[in-house]
């Protein structure tokens, strides 16, 4: 994006690693900006890219996040909520800008996709195979 990566971090909590979202520069081979989460629990998860908005969006337990690529801090408040019990992928249609978020239920059970506008409104959910992780359009 924009010559960058972004990268999200688990952190290492025995280590005092603060889990981190991680913007890298490809150009200059550096880090050029670190997003620090507060806490090891309920660590950032499933990063996706929004092109027509330059938005990054993740999850934390089952809210959804949304970030500017320009952001100077982290979001506060979550863009919405999902209905997913553990979310395990985000992806966005370039189309239509709808989100998919693909949920692992109890990662044993066939999963869902949630299918929202995109304002974070429900639009459909189907069922799928076990551990949904990935939509391609």
Known sequence: IEGNIWVLSSGVEAENIMPALIKFNT???SIEKTFT???YTNIAQNLAYHSSTNRLFFSKANSIFEMSISASNLPTQAFFT???QIIYG???NPSTQ???ICDAIDYVSPGK?????PGGNLIAEFEVGVLPSKVIF
């Open 27 to 29: 150009n200059s081979e």
């Open 37 to 39: 989460f507060s806490n």
């Open 82 to 84: 999902s209905n997913a």
């Open 90 to 92: 985000i992806d966005i």
């Open 98 to 100: 709808e989100f998919y």
């Open 113 to 117: 996709v949630f299918r929202y506008s």
